[in-house]
């Protein structure tokens, strides 16, 4: 995981699906742990969706609380 992986999740949003178009890190937990079971899809989406259900799982959704605020970087 790198810095930018966590600010990534409070700005790309879900491509596809029943979640299209919501931010990543506002998935539902059931959904991230659908795909944790069924498997998360290949490349850059993959392994974002995988971390924000570690820190889903984990409680840690609210760690991402000051990305939010801060924004995208100039």
């Not at 959904?31 to 392994?47: D, E, I, S």
């Amino acid at each position: 995981m790198q810095p930018e992986d966590l600010q990534a999740l409070v700005q790309t949003r879900m491509p596809f699906g029943k979640h299209k178009d919501m931010l990543l890190a506002d998935l539902p937990g059931n959904y991230l742990a659908w795909f944790a079971r069924k498997g998360f899809p290949p490349g850059r989406l993959g392994q974002l969706l995988a971390l924000m259900h570690e820190l889903d799982h984990n409680g840690l959704a609210e760690l991402l609380q000051p990305l939010r605020q801060r924004g995208p970087r100039a």
